[in-house]
Nanobody, 126 residues
Framework: QVLLSESGGGLVQAGDSLTVSCTASGLSVGRNSMAWFRQAPGKERELVAGFFRGGSSGYYDDSVKGRFTISRDSTKNAVYLQMNSLNPDDTAAYYC???????????????????WGQGTQVTVSS
């Protein structure tokens, strides 16, 4: 069975850095498309960053490009999101997602992902 588990969220101040982690069991993070989404209260879940299946580098939403870095560690079967220069607009629950069917045109769509973690809360104070 597949399990995705996020960790590393917390309360930080604007300008701080934080790294959230996603550990996977039952699937290989190197053989699936992996992504980080976030959702703030009252807002839709939105794509933050991800890897396509077999991709060597990640892609990013414009709102985080240059500040966030997605990475994966095959030995630990984990995906990470390093978040720098955080601001209050980054406050959200961050979710890890995995898919074997995601393509460029539907990567933004949460319904394209077969597996989800439960989320980890990131709160950034001003």
């Amino acid at each position: 069975q597949v399990l995705l588990s996020e960790s590393g969220g917390g309360l930080v101040q604007a300008g701080d850095s934080l790294t959230v982690s996603c550990t996977a069991s039952g699937l290989s993070v190197g053989r699936n498309s992996m992504a980080w989404f976030r959702q703030a209260p009252g807002k839709e879940r939105e794509l933050v960053a991800g890897f396509f299946r077999g991709g060597s580098s990640g892609y990013y939403d414009d709102s985080v490009k240059g500040r966030f870095t997605i990475s994966r560690d095959s030995t630990k079967n984990a995906v990470y999101l390093q978040m720098n220069s955080l601001n209050p607009d980054d406050t959200a629950a961050y979710y890890c997602a995995a898919s074997g069917r995601v393509i460029s045109s539907n990567r933004w769509n949460p319904t394209a992902y077969e597996y989800w973690g439960q989320g980890t809360q990131v709160t950034v104070s001003s």
